[in-house]
Nanobody, 125 residues
């Protein structure tokens, strides 16, 4: 069982930056792809934001965040980060961290076995 705990959400003005963190239970980084998803409202589907494969060698991004967001990980801290720059009101959502055993870090939500509780990001115009 992998436990994921997100933090770093908050309220920011459009054009600003935030960095989200997701701490994974010990050992998770050995063999798990990590990704960030977001959900704008309960009525909306959860959408892929960014992912990194289990070796840490490749990353994937949604078109809507390409060039603005960066996913990275610190193996020794068992933490994956999402650096978000030039935030827009459309980025407002609950952001979730997810883990996929030996995964590619891609957009397929059903492949992810473990999820965090989410952290709220609100971007004001």
């Amino acid at each position: 069982q992998v436990q994921l705990v997100e933090s770093g959400g908050g309220l920011v003005q459009a054009g600003g930056s935030l960095t989200l963190s997701c701490v994974a239970s010990e050992g998770a980084f050995n063999s798990y792809a990590m990704a960030w998803f977001r959900q704008g409202s309960e009525k909306e589907r959860r959408e892929f934001v960014a992912g990194i494969n289990w070796t840490g060698g490749s990353t994937n991004y949604a078109d809507s965040v390409q060039g603005r967001f960066t996913i990275s990980e610190d193996y020794f801290k068992s933490t994956v980060y999402l650096q978000m720059n030039n935030l827009k009101p459309g980025d407002t959502a609950v952001y979730y961290c997810a883990a996929d055993h030996y995964g590619k870090g891609d957009h397929l939500e059903y492949q992810y076995d473990f999820w965090g509780q989410g952290t709220q990001v609100t971007v004001s115009s």
